[in-house]
């Protein structure tokens, strides 16, 4: 067996280089109780925040390449350029539309002596295509019939090089939509979609579109990769301040999020942008089950964003619109297929219930309005699904006079989880990491539905992860109350922004996770099942009056693989030896892993060029004995992972 384990270790030094373990001195002893119990942890506990802000939908996950096809948004011509000839003519319409949500269309006429007009649309900053891919195109067109000519499709580089086209052709006179798959025989990074009319007649279309032929229900799939790397227990959408719409007009309204796209209305967004609704209720719902995570939909509470003043209010007496909203969400995700709503999502391609238990109602709301109105919404829900949880906002702060009033209310009224945000400097999160140690074991459920460290320059540097991580820890010991946590924002499209930092950073085909990124992967791919008493010696120090910890910690066990797994963060530069003591006398295997994101400069940060600079890595370890010496990097998140024979 010795032996085996000499082999083992040399095949892992190999293979991977490998941190032995010797004792010498140590600044610390931590001290786990394998015998004792601490709060179970919430499968739910690290999830992800999902809302349109930086393009994180449009020109984002919704992996729809033309932008403003739809003709809606603001700027009818948005990302649309023309050429028109002397014979001919393109017009903005809107008096025979597609339908009532998407009222705009364009007229091209064309005369019987001949002409020539190219519309062509620029994407997000250019079409990037690739070589031998397929992407699908479609658009809506009718005609004045008769009609014989053809429109001509195309992907061009801005050398006027086609890397892809097509044509459609057989108008009709009725609105009707034409597909056609293009397959690109070359490369081009900021290619334009040019559609050419040289066809003698009138023409109309709308809605034109194109997608990569390989999608998740719409949806990049490089995307879903970087969220399924997560490993999410929850999903927390589509908002935010999304939700809440700077009026009501652009509130979040799922009943105009689903269906054809082309009958979901194109609005501008609280972020100052048109969104589609290309991804809706439905695939938000697909995506939560794909990922295996709980989804949690919010909803308005008939408040617009209370930072912005005025506020719109819906009247109490009108409030039955938004809490019919709620209620048939509910029966919409979990009905049968024989209920009203049930049926529509049976008739989407779903039969099978998605079995929502959560749902939030108001995002960074507060004070008596926001009450009043989430009291209508409690009474209406319980009463018909008393089994849904409801999440319930506290503002946009998470101390002072308001705050303390959102949570007395939510204990007062029997609230199931409330939902705090978080935004505060890397130091705030190092100081507050016992922060949920005091709170009302009896009281509400916390979730931490948004946080993220910002240093003075809000880049997303591993300094902001290291403070990100210390105070996870804290949200982990305490799991029996904070139930659920994500960070904010998630996504970011370069040069498409209105906030930073954010968890990933993406281009038209790159995306790379940021420090935080990995920090919330490594805490979610190690969770655990429930937390292991500990105590680490020696563990606080004063700076400038301030207590810090020099390390911080959990531990936990997960009953799967019998692991102990030990997360342990070291925001300071100098490495810290520890002694490792297991209590209880467990059945060690002497073998383990350690998982370690560090670097040497706590101002690095991932970049396209170097996606990985701040990234974990992964060691074996090997001869792990009771107690064994580990010495934490500066700068490093840690978590070892300890193998057991079971505890
Ligand atoms: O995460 C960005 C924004 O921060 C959210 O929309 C809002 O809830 C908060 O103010």
Redesign the pocket.
């Known amino acids: 067996m010795r032996n085996l384990c000499l082999l083992l270790c040399l095949a892992f030094v190999i293979a991977n280089g490998v941190r032995l373990t010797f004792a010498y001195s140590t600044d610390h002893i931590l001290t786990i109780d394998t015998t004792g119990r601490g709060p179970e942890i919430s499968p739910t506990l690290y999830g992800i925040f999902f809302?349109d802000?930086n393009h994180a939908v449009e020109g984002g996950l919704y992996a729809e390449l033309v932008r403003n096809g739809s003709f809606e948004h603001s700027d009818p011509w948005e990302a649309w350029a023309s050429e028109v000839g002397a014979e001919a003519d393109v017009k903005l319409m809107s008096d025979m539309p597609l339908n009532r949500n998407n009222l705009h269309y364009l007229r091209i006429q064309i005369t019987e002596t001949g002409g020539l007009v190219r519309l062509i649309n620029s994407g997000y900053g250019g079409i990037p295509i690739e070589k031998n891919q397929s992407y699908n195109f479609s658009l809506y067109a009718r005609a004045d019939v008769p009609f014989a000519g053809v429109i001509r499709v195309a992907l061009e580089a801005s050398s006027g090089e086609v890397c892809a086209q097509g044509e459609i052709e057989g108008l009709g006179s009725e609105w009707e939509k034409y597909e056609r798959k293009l397959t690109a025989v070359s490369s081009c990074s900021n290619a334009r979609l040019v559609l050419t009319f040289d066809s003698p007649g009138t023409i109309y279309i709308d809605m034109v579109s194109l997608f990569p032929a390989e999608t998740f229900h719409g949806m990049r799939m490089d995307l879903v990769q970087m969220l399924e790397d997560l490993n999410p227990g929850f999903m927390r959408f589509p908002?935010?301040?999304?939700v809440n719409g700077d009026s009501l007009k652009n509130a979040f309204r799922w009943k105009d999020s689903i269906g054809p796209r082309e009958v979901r209305p194109t609005r501008r967004n609280f972020w100052g942008y048109a969104h589609s609704y290309g991804i809706g209720l439905y695939e938000y719902l697909l995506l939560a089950e794909y990922l295996g995570a709980e989804p949690l939909p919010i909803l308005n509470p008939g408040m617009s964003w209370q930072g912005f003043q005025p506020v719109e209010i819906c009247p109490l007496d009108k409030m039955d619109e938004w809490i019919d909203d709620a209620l048939d969400l509910i029966e919409f995700a979990n009905g049968p297929v024989t209920s009203e709503w049930g049926a529509v999502r049976a008739s989407l391609g779903h039969p099978e219930p998605f079995d929502l238990k959560y749902l939030g109602i108001g995002?960074?709301n507060w004070g008596r309005d926001y009450f009043e109105r989430f009291e209508l919404f409690q009474q209406a829900i319980k009463a018909r699904y008393p089994e849904i949880k409801l999440v319930f906002a506290t503002g946009?702060t998470y101390s002072g006079v308001w705050f303390d009033m959102a949570w007395q209310w939510a204990k007062d009224h029997g609230v199931d989880v409330v939902d705090e945000?978080i935004y505060a400097s890397p130091a705030w999160f190092l100081l507050n990491t016992e922060r949920y140690d005091l709170y009302d074991r009896e009281g509400p459920k916390v979730m931490v539905g948004?946080f993220a460290a910002h240093t003075g320059d809000r880049r997303n540097t591993l300094e902001a992860a290291l403070a990100e991580a210390a105070f996870m820890t804290g949200l982990e010991r305490n799991s029996d109350v904070v139930v659920m946590a994500s960070y904010?924002?998630l996504f970011n499209r370069v040069g498409w922004s209105q906030?930073v930092p954010d968890l990933i950073w993406f281009d038209g085909t790159r995306a790379y996770g940021t420090p935080s990124y990995y920090v919330q992967m490594m805490f979610a791919t190690n969770r655990g099942d429930v937390v292991l008493p500990s105590s680490l010696s020696n563990e606080k120090y004063v700076f400038l009056h301030y207590k810090y910890k020099h390390l911080y910690h959990v531990v936990s066990y997960d009953s799967e693989s019998k692991d102990i797994i030990i997360k342990v963060v070291n925001p300071w530069p100098d490495t810290k030896t520890c002694q490792i003591v297991f209590d209880g006398d467990p059945p060690l295997t002497g073998y383990g892993q350690a998982i370690v994101l560090t670097s040497d400069d706590p101002r690095s940060e991932n970049t396209f060029e170097n996606p990985l600079r701040v990234a974990p890595r992964e060691l074996q370890i090997c001869d792990i004995t009771n107690p064994f010496t580990y010495t934490f990097e500066g700068y490093s998140v840690t978590i070892l992972r300890i193998g057991t024979q079971g505890l």
């Open positions: 809302e802000i908002g935010g301040c999304f995002n960074e946009t945000h948004e904010a924002p906030w």
